[in-house]
Structure formats: structure tokens, C-alpha cells
């Protein structure tokens, strides 16, 4: 029979794994949480509710579409999911049925996975089985009109848009939704992305009007990532753990004009890893040590968000990458011995490993996610081998942050 004696010890014990001396609510650290308060940002944010205004006052006259342009971490997707909320409770207020929804095309890579995922945050219940884009397109469009919905689709990191079949999906995109018929623009943009590049390839027609709604985010100053390191610290720590000097040694190692890059979510990374090992000590307050101890051992360009949008796959793949180039101490490895690693690698994580052209093709995303560089072999290699090395990230953090990452899953 269960005593009084028992539930107090349990929840003496519950409370103890529940206790940090340190953090009040870590989740508001974490790169997925969309924080209320985005100093610094209001001027985009304006911007933003002054381009799509329109949609609101005559609702389906036009198709709007925005790019946003920023370098890492500077604040493109937390702002434009913000605005997504704060958008579609206005136009609710209004009696306007508008949705919002964000894609990530380094997940959903063509038009496919896109309208999958549009049709999911539908939650339509559609068919989606053997159908064309093309028709699931239509059918979106009649549930659209149906129901009286509108949507505000982001694109975010569009330069992963992928062309699948020949046809460059960006392109599909904004053209299937310009063919509405008069009044029925249904869907509206924002596209995200670190540079212009991705626009360069589309049409004159497309690009004229969509060049003039560009809204940049600059990378953050030291004096900016104080306040907001000191924002979400009031969030996410137990009052007195963190002190000002330690927001303000995070951010001069990471504010644009003290030599740092700028990015707020490595300064975020830096703050949560330093309470971390504060609380790992058992110590109720940060310290500069941890700071710089957190700075040691992380890198600004392998934050946890980046390997989250990559796959199993290519976790084991950069991983192998990394193994290589700490086991033979070179700044390139070959791919023949990445791809041999590779399936040790994948036995160690019991994994199956993938074919020769999958493997290849894998490559190829982590190439394009900036993390590694590619170039084919000159003199001192027989015939033609693709060197790979890393993008300025020490191959052991690499290697530490990847298995760290593979085991949380
Ligand atoms: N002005 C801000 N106020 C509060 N938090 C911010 C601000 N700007 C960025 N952040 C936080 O910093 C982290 C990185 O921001 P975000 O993911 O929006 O960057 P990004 O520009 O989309 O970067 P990337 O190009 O790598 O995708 C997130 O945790 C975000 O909440
Ligand atoms: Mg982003």
C-alpha cells in the first residue's frame, strides 16, 4: 500500500529532476522558440505590415510577394513567423480569413513537398495520393475559394528550391498563383533568403515588381544582441543567474562591429551553452569562464538549426567527413575515403548505408548548405577525385556537435 511517506519522497525526487539551479524555462533559448519581443527589428516588421496591408483592405485584388534578405542569424525567420501570427490575428479581427504558413525549403526541397505541406497546414484532408502538382495545385486553389481562405506562404531559405524535372519551382510557383482569374489572388509571399541569387534566374516579368519589396536585416551590433540576449534571459533564467556582464561578453564576441559576424543565434547558443555548464556544475549563477568555455567549444556557422534540416543521412555523411579530416590531418579529403568512412560510420549508428549516387547526392545538399566546399583534384592525384574540406569549422567540433545531435534523436 502506498504511504504518505512514499508520495513526498517521490515528490522530493520529482522535484530534483525537475530543479535546475539555473534555468527557469530553457525551451526559450532554443532556435524553434518565436519570442514575442524582437528588438531591433520593428523597422522590418513595419515594413512588412505596410507591404501587405493591402491584402487586408481589398482582400484577392492582388497577389503580394516580399523578399526578405539577411546573413545568418539575423533574425529573417523569427520575425516573418511573428508577423505570420500577428498577420493572420489581425485579418481574424477583420473577419478576413487569412493563414499563414512557413516553409522551410531546406526540408521541402520541390513543388511536391511544398503543396504536401501546404495541403497538411491546411488540414484539408485531401487526396494527395498519385496526383500531379499541377492537380494538387487546383485543388488547393478550389478549398481556397470554397472556404473563402487566403494565404500568406513563407519560403524560407528558397535557394534550396530545387530544379526537379527541368522546371525551376520557384518560377511554378509564382506563376500558377499569378494565372488567378480577377479578384481571386489567393496567395501571397514572403520569400527568405541570405542573398539575391536565387531571384537572378527568374523572369524579367517576375523580378521587375518583386524587386522593388525587399526588405533587408542587417547583421546585429553588439549594443542590439545585448538587448536581446537580455530579453530572452529575463525568459528563460531564474532571476540573478545571469549578469550583465556576461550578455555583455557574448555580445562583443558576436556584434558586427566588434569583429563578430553579427548572427544573434550563435550569441543565443553561446548564452544557453554557458548556463548549461553553470548548471552541469551545480552552480546557480553564469560566469565569464563559462562563457568562454562555451565559446571554446561551439562554432558560429554548425548551430544546432543547421543540422536540424539536414538528414539522418547526411548527419553520418558529415560526420564522416569530419572523422576523415581529424584522422589524417588534412585541409581536403578525398570523397572515395569519405564515402569508405561513411559506411563504417553507418554501421556504428546502425544504419543502412545508402548507394554510391544517393551518397553522392547528399554531398551535393551539404554543399549547398555551406557547410563543406567541394573541388576537383589537380596535380599529386591519380585522374579525377573530388576534394572536400570544411567551411571554417574546426573538423572536432564538427565531430562532437554531430554525434551529440545524432544521439538526442
Ligand atoms: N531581434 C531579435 N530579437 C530576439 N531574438 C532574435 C532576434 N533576431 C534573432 N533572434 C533569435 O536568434 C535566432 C536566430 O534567428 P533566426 O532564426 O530568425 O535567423 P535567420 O535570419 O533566419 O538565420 P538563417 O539565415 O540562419 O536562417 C533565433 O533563436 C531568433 O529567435
Ligand atoms: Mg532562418
Known amino acids: 500500500m502506498k504511504t504518505m511517506e512514499d508520495e513526498s519522497v517521490y515528490e522530493m525526487i520529482k522535484d530534483e529532476f525537475e530543479k535546475s539551479g539555473i534555468f527557469k524555462d530553457e525551451s526559450k533559448l532554443l532556435p524553434d522558440y518565436v519570442p514575442e519581443k524582437l528588438p531591433h527589428r520593428e523597422e522590418q516588421l513595419r515594413l512588412l505590415a505596410r507591404l501587405f496591408r493591402v491584402l487586408l483592405k481589398s482582400p484577392g485584388a492582388i497577389s503580394q510577394k516580399v523578399i526578405i534578405i539577411g546573413n545568418v542569424g539575423t533574425g529573417k525567420t523569427a520575425v516573418s513567423k511573428r508577423f505570420g501570427l500577428w498577420f493572420e490575428r489581425f485579418a481574424h479581427e477583420k473577419g478576413i480569413n487569412f493563414r499563414y504558413i512557413h516553409i522551410n525549403c531546406h526540408k521541402d526541397r520541390t513543388l511536391f513537398l511544398i503543396l504536401n505541406r501546404i495541403i497538411d497546414k491546411l488540414s484539408?484532408?485531401?487526396?494527395?495520393?498519385?496526383?500531379?502538382?499541377?492537380?494538387?495545385?487546383?485543388?488547393?486553389?478550389?478549398?481556397?475559394?470554397?472556404?473563402?481562405i487566403y494565404l500568406l506562404i513563407t519560403l524560407d531559405e528558397v535557394n534550396f528550391l530545387l530544379r526537379s524535372s527541368g522546371e525551376d519551382v520557384l518560377y511554378d510557383i509564382i506563376r500558377i498563383t499569378e494565372e488567378e482569374e480577377e479578384g481571386e489572388h489567393r496567395f501571397s509571399y514572403i520569400f527568405i533568403s541570405r542573398d539575391l541569387s536565387v531571384f537572378e534566374t527568374l523572369d524579367r516579368s517576375i523580378t521587375s515588381s518583386l524587386m522593388h519589396n525587399i526588405i533587408k536585416f542587417p547583421p546585429y551590433t553588439a549594443a542590439q544582441i545585448y538587448d536581446i540576449l537580455y530579453e530572452r534571459a529575463k525568459e528563460a533564467f531564474l532571476p540573478g543567474t545571469v549578469n550583465s556582464e556576461v550578455l555583455k561578453l557574448i555580445s562583443e564576441i558576436t556584434g558586427i562591429d566588434k569583429g563578430g559576424s553579427g548572427d544573434a543565434r550563435y550569441a543565443l547558443e553561446l548564452l544557453w551553452r554557458a548556463g548549461k555548464y553553470a548548471e552541469n556544475e551545480g552552480k546557480n549563477k553564469v560566469t565569464l569562464e563559462h562563457v568562454r568555455r562555451a565559446k571554446q567549444d561551439t562554432h558560429p556557422i554548425i548551430s544546432s538549426d543547421l543540422l536540424d534540416g539536414l538528414n539522418r543521412h547526411e548527419k553520418l555523411l558529415l560526420l564522416a567527413i569530419a572523422r576523415c579530416l581529424v584522422k589524417y590531418e588534412k585541409a581536403m579529403i578525398p570523397f572515395g575515403l569519405v564515402e569508405r568512412e561513411y559506411r563504417i560510420v553507418c554501421e556504428e549508428w546502425n544504419t543502412r548505408p545508402r548507394k554510391h549516387t544517393q551518397v553522392w547526392e547528399y554531398l551535393q545538399n551539404l554543399k549547398n548548405s555551406g557547410i563543406i566546399m567541394t573541388e576537383i583534384s589537380g596535380v599529386g592525384y591519380r585522374g579525377k577525385t573530388t576534394l572536400i574540406s570544411l567551411q571554417d569549422v574546426p573538423a572536432k567540433v564538427l565531430e562532437k556537435y554531430l554525434v551529440e545531435n545524432l544521439k538526442r534523436r
Open 124 to 148: 484539408a484532408g485531401m487526396p494527395k495520393r498519385g496526383l500531379s502538382p499541377y492537380e494538387m495545385m487546383h485543388m488547393v486553389k478550389d478549398y481556397l475559394k470554397k472556404n473563402d
